[in-house]
């Protein structure tokens, strides 16, 4: 599980996705058996057109007894290193590999190797029971080897294991588990390149959650930037009678536009999906000024922490001017707070209103919203609920 992220800004440098690396050395290992020569470097292209070559670490050819006991078969083996760039990903450095066995009939099946879950739940865009091998990456997979039966002649068919060494354990510093997928990790992608920050894998496992949580009827979701806005909401929400259960929570991070407009585009095109009755959004004071500002992106590369901004709404509820001109000057959001706090009450509330607003742009008009900051302790600062004031 994710921590909030700092407040810092740094260079950032792109990487692939664990799809670019399972069609990279399903290729290499479809090659080996096709012309029993191992590739050293494997290009592959992307999605949208860009050649990208990837080193593959090792390759190898086992011969196996199949059906009857009486056949033998070869498969062949191959494998990379997966480097996500500066994305805070889990994959990056893991070793992601390919074995690929030839069939007689045409097409390819998929399976889950090591490390890679299966799908158990619906509501993911791999129906359950199938291995956690999302469609880009399957897509891209299909279409290169089918590149590479042309290009030697071939007729027959593939089947397909996807896995990532350690995988099991990587899978546990995820939302694998909370979504459904059983005994490792997810095989995704929909470029092909990671690019940090924009963290494409990470938001799609945000729109994939509350997928996910909707289609096993969960109509109160909870959006939450971090482990301890999810302990608040736990606390808050939970009864001895009805805990809050965990399918519901939504590990946004710093994406809550990844949240609100996934809401938002279900709303307009899907209306199998389970009506969303109330959305509540847990976040620290600092992140959610931003939102209540009307940033969608809460990192620092995006949104920074806008003292003046605190200052003006301090200045509405009846701060004096040299309170306003000290939380101008103060170190953090947390000062700027404290300081309006010693003349006036309600700034954090006052936020969370205007963060209410701005998410109910992207809400159904009957949808319940709350929003709720709290302090790096997890202890409520300040809250605003449509069922308790509306949205004015």
Partial sequence: MREETAEKIVKLRSGYTTGSCATATAYAAASLLLTQKKLARCSITLPKGKHVEFVIESNCIEN?????????????????????????????????????????T????????????????????????????????????QDHLAQ???????????????GVINGVHLATKTMNARLGIIGGLSILGTTGIVRPFSCSAYIASIQQGVDVALSNNESHLFACTGNKSEDAAIRLFSTESTPLKEIALIEMGDFIGAVLKHIKKLNTADTSKVPLRRLTIVGGFGKLSKFAQGHLDLHSKSSSIDLDFLASVASELGSPTDTCDKMKQANTSIEALSIADEVCTGLADKLCHLGAKNAQKYLPNDTDIDVIVIDKQSQVLGSWSSIIHGIT
């Fill in 148 to 162: 590479l039966a042309e290009l030697h002649s071939y007729k027959g068919g593939f089947k397909v294991w996807v």
């Fill in 106 to 141: 045409k097409g390819i099946e998929f399976y889950a190797g090591d490390g890679v879950g299966m799908v158990t739940k619906p509501g993911l865009p791999i129906p359950a029971g199938q291995p956690a091998i999302n469609p880009v990456p399957r897509k891209m997979i």
């Fill in 64 to 104: 196996i007894t199949v059906e009857s006991n009486t056949t033998e078969n070869s498969r062949a083996t191959a494998s990379t290193i997966k480097d996500a760039g500066d994305d805070p990903d889990v994959t990056h450095q893991a070793t992601v590999f390919s074995t690929v066995e030839l069939t007689s």
